[in-house]
């Protein structure tokens, strides 16, 4: 075929004759099966999920649309959809359904006449032809190889989406049932307390509430200068406490169905405002009733839920879906594929750190990164205090995993104050935060002079990219009339961009990674319950899911994880990976079922010798606990048989940078002791030496600062149309909220 030449296959139209099922599936299929890697899409995700529909599996080569997205990664209307690409590049108008039905909802191809479906169908095939290399020569040839990897990433997407996630339907139904009498008890809860019985959903029945009956300040103010009551005021104002004593205290908490204390009466009673508090929580149960359980209904059917991928769902190459914002309690009734499917669920350590340091070339730092077992916020603790790892307490560990995590994002100290202190955070807190921050800069100078490259790269150049060659334009800070305060802006989103760009591009590679892999594997063929034997079901920041059918020996799988997702990178630490097998998604969260990368790899070495698989379903978490134990159990038994048994002797001793902290989690000291670091470290030896029960359980060092309340400020979510066009979630999210 040629630019200008095109043939249409009807199927399924009600106003003239179709083709039949046999030419589609033995004359039609076959043949583009045979040309699959030579063919061009606009949106070939949706193609994919067409196909598969029809029983074949096709991996269409290039697509224009990521293209698209590579050579102009904005997310606007009509920037990606390919009638509009066309007009911008040729001048010529297409037809469009839009053009044809007088509203979206009743679009119903089938009914059109053939020449309607000939003016608007041919032409797209016809104009990929034209767009695919008119859209490949803007794209820098930095670019092409991060682009070629998007091209592969949309099967992936396609097959995620086609496949869905299995649900605990049942417990899908008690945990609605909770949320609906939560929500229900607090808003009765939150009107006696005010004696109000408007929508409080609405924004000027509550701002009169507020800011009138209640006489509450005004913290945050809308663009338009009006007392504003989003999120971030109401939980300013929930966080002010009662100064003297409450005249009528609440007696008991606020409870859920199953008992559970939703909102404290302690909390009401120190809160100046006690009925924000409540309406805070209501809020969150609200955003948890529209925004994710309203995504599960079709699940009492079907049993699973079924989404959408945006594989460039943000500028720096972030994918977006609404599974990346799923609460725990929704993750907990995410299951494996099939009773005959196993879920993993491996995880980058702390990646977006260890990017910046190999970006900004911080030696010393990219040298405790190469040893797995370290732990990279004391790492970075210990650098900056000249303390050694052993001596940074969990609560220095904590925030210094804010600190640290909000240098990647560009953090101020007073958005680092309030990550660390809440809300309601003091001039001290931002004190206390700048300083934190500076400190920061003044050891890690590398870092701090990488930071100012790029806001000089992105202020002479108008671009920054990642290591892998994605581009974000900025050229708004070429206009010579420019505000400071806009420059300021763009220069932080600019240096937003290499870290969190890089990493994203980083993940992306494993998923294209697996997907090769799986297929070269034969792993894609289905089983007789209808599932490949082996899939990537979704990726989401640092993490991948995975299922497994449970026959294949768990090394092979383990194999594959490290395999896929540690790609060495010269110059850089090694960005290791912990294969973890879950029950439920939301398990994912408990550092128990990590296994630990010295594991992992011993595991994969004995397997490749012997041919002998050692670990499954059964004994993976005993054999998890016995490698830990063993390990404390070794570094322990060689400090008592060297110093003794007496714990002030043996605890000047305990000084690993890692085992240190594990000990002391196993072995922790009652709050009401009021221990120091170091006098924990002698409390937890006693207990060792006396043989004292231990917590099997270790403790979580999961960055994620997320928390519950979290929902009530979700992003708004974007995802494209099979013809590329920007669909919001709704048109409601998309406006910014006054």
């Not at 100046?272 to 409540?278: F, G, H, R, T």
């Not at 990346?324 to 196993?342: G, N, R, T, V």
Request: neutral net charge; proline residues 4%; hydrophobic residues 35%.
């Amino acid at each position: 075929y040629k630019y200008g030449e095109s043939t249409y296959y009807p199927f399924g139209h009600k106003k003239f004759d179709n083709l039949t099922e046999d030419f589609l599936q033995n004359e039609l299929m076959p043949a583009i099966k045979r040309e699959e890697r030579r063919l061009v899409s606009h949106n070939k995700k949706f193609e994919r999920k067409v196909f598969l529909h029809t029983g074949w599996s096709i991996h269409i080569k290039y697509d224009t649309m990521p293209l698209s997205f590579m050579v102009n990664p904005v997310i606007e209307r009509g920037a990606h959809a390919l009638k509009d690409l066309m007009f911008r590049a040729t001048g010529k108008q297409f037809l469009e359904l839009d053009n044809i039905f007088v509203s979206p909802k009743l679009i119903d191809f089938s009914v059109l006449p053939k020449e309607i479906v000939r003016l608007y169908a041919c032409p797209d095939a016809s104009s990929l032809l034209f767009l695919y290399p008119w859209l490949w020569k803007q794209l820098p040839s930095y670019s092409r190889k991060i682009t070629e990897v998007e091209f592969d990433l949309a099967d992936v997407k396609a097959d995620q989406e086609y496949y869905g996630l299995r649900v605990d339907v049942e417990q899908f139904m008690k945990n609605l049932d909770n949320c609906d009498y939560t929500m229900n008890m607090l808003l009765k809860a939150f009107r006696t307390i005010t004696g109000v019985d408007g929508n409080i959903n609405s924004p000027e029945v509550l701002s009169n509430l507020i800011f009138g009956k209640m006489a509450c300040p005004v913290l945050v103010r809308t663009k338009t200068g009006k007392p504003s009551t989003g999120a971030a005021s109401i939980k300013k104002l929930a966080s002010i406490k009662l100064e003297g004593e409450r005249k009528h205290c609440v007696e008991g908490d606020l409870c859920d169905l199953n008992g559970k204390p939703v909102v404290k009466a302690k909390d009401l009673n120190n809160a100046k405002y006690p009925a924000l508090v409540i309406l805070e929580k209501y809020r969150v149960y609200n955003k948890l009733r529209t925004a994710f359980y309203s995504r599960f209904e079709r699940t009492k059917k079907s049993g699973r839920v079924f989404f959408w991928v945006n594989q460039n769902g943000a500028t720096s190459g972030r994918q977006s879906s609404p599974m990346h914002q799923l609460p725990p309690e929704l993750k907990a009734i995410i299951l494996s594929d099939s009773p005959e499917h196993d879920m993993w669920d491996p995880d980058y350590s702390q990646i977006e750190l260890r990017m910046i340091a190999f970006l900004a070339g911080e030696k010393e730092l990219i040298e405790l990164c190469k040893d797995p077992e370290n732990d990279i916020h004391r790492a970075i603790g210990s650098l900056i205090s000249n303390k050694e790892m052993w001596q940074i307490s969990s609560e220095e560990r904590k925030v210094g995993n804010r600190r640290n995590f909000g240098v990647v994002y560009m953090i101020s100290a007073y958005g680092l104050a309030a990550q660390i202190a809440g809300a309601g955070y003091s001039k001290k807190d931002v004190e206390d935060a700048d300083k934190s921050l500076n400190d920061f800069y003044h050891r890690f100078k590398r870092i701090r002079k990488y930071i100012a490259q790029n806001a000089e790269t992105v202020t002479r150049q108008g671009r920054i990219t990642t290591f892998f060659g994605r581009t974000k334009y900025f050229k708004e800070i070429l206009d010579p009339e420019i505000t400071s305060r806009k420059k300021a802006s763009l220069i932080r989103q600019a240096n937003n961009l290499p870290v969190q760009g890089t990493a994203a591009d980083y993940l992306k590679l494993a998923e294209t990674n697996f997907d090769a892999y799986i297929r070269n594997k034969g792993w894609d063929k289905l089983m007789d319950n209808g599932f490949p034997r082996v899939r990537v079901a979704l990726s989401i920041h640092d993490e991948v899911l995975l299922m497994a059918d449970r026959s294949i020996p768990y090394e092979e799988i383990i194999l594959m994880i490290r395999t896929c997702m540690e790609m060495p990178i010269e110059g850089a630490p090694p960005f290791f990976c912990a294969p973890s097998l879950v029950d439920t998604w939301a398990q994912h969260d408990d550092d128990s079922v990590a296994m630990p990368v010295l594991l992992r790899d011993k595991l994969i070495e004995d397997y490749q010798k012997t041919g002998v698989s050692v670990i499954n379903k059964e004994n993976y978490m005993e054999t998890l606990n016995t490698y830990r134990e063993k390990v404390l159990h070794d570094y322990m038994g060689g400090l008592i048989s060297k110093y003794g048994t007496n714990p002030d002797v043996v605890a000047q001793h305990v000084r690993h940078p890692s085992l240190t902290h594990e000990l002391i989690a196993r072995h922790q000291a009652p709050k009401e002791l009021g221990l120091d670091h170091e006098q924990s470290i002698r409390y937890a030896v006693e207990q060792y030496i006396k043989g004292g029960s231990a917590d099997a359980h270790i403790a979580s060092t999961k960055e994620t600062v997320d928390t519950l309340e979290d929902l009530a400020e979700l992003q708004v979510l974007v995802n494209f149309d099979s013809d590329g066009n920007v669909v919001y979630e709704s048109e409601s999210d998309a406006v910014v909220e006054e």
